[in-house]
């Protein structure tokens, strides 16, 4: 898949835990680490808003996109 989600490198820059911040994003930790291991089909832009204050990032340090390169 092109999209890449870098939550866990913001997460390690910003030294915060899964559980830190899915407490301040108000997301069960289990739906973030979805996110964070790319297997989610979709996110809300509410989320992405809230982990982007919370993280002080912008969603472009969250998501990435890649061309497949064949």
């Not at 870098?6 to 830190?20: C, F, H, Y």
Request: charged share 25%; glycine share 2%.
């Amino acid at each position: 898949m092109p999209i890449i989600v870098n939550l866990d490198v913001m997460m390690a820059r910003r030294k915060i835990s899964l559980n830190e911040l899915s407490e301040k994003v108000d997301v069960t930790p289990a739906n973030l680490s979805i996110l964070k291991t790319g297997k989610a089909k979709a996110v809300r832009f509410s989320t992405l808003e809230a982990i982007c204050t919370v993280l002080d990032c912008q969603p472009g340090d969250i998501l990435e996109f890649r061309t497949d390169s064949k």
